[in-house]
């Protein structure tokens, strides 16, 4: 009974929130669950509801779950990981307004330096691809000439620096 107790309070869970999608206002959250020693899954979502001065706004939702593969054990040291993402985005901060969706995936590489016994912090860098799918129109309100657009996108997919607690 007392092997069982001690292995259930394991380090086994995270949450973490990256430093720097904080800086551009957007509000996010991960989750982390270990699958065993080496191995992780990784869920973050992300939201940014704000409109800014003179109605600029950029408003999505991410969700980004991630595989990731420890070098050493979880949650310490060198990792690698795939990730999928997608999200639905509306906004413009020029002269144009976008309205849609995208979805794609990619690989990470990252670091997680312990700390303490509950705190670590880690860095991770991604690139993959990403397909967008939206609709253009000028940013004058009231003028509804939309045009569908397509676009496909490779490289960054992925840049977090985040605090994560272990639970």
Known sequence: MSLFASRGLTQNVGIKTNVLYGLTTTL?????????????LEILGA?????????????????????????CEKFEGHFIGAHLHGAQFFGGFRSKRYDGYLAGGGI?????WI???????????????AHLWFKESPRIPCLKDVEDKRKNYWGLTKLSLSFTYIF
């Open 108 to 112: 990470t590489y990252g670091y997680d």
């Open 47 to 71: 939201y940014n509801p704000w409109t800014f001065h003179d109605d600029k706004k950029m408003r999505f939702w991410l969700l980004q779950p991630e595989f990731r593969h420890w070098f």
């Open 115 to 129: 700390l303490s016994p509950h705190w670590n912090l880690e860095l991770a860098v991604g690139a993959g691809y």
């Open 28 to 40: 996010n959250l991960s989750a982390e669950i270990a699958i065993n020693n080496q191995k992780s």
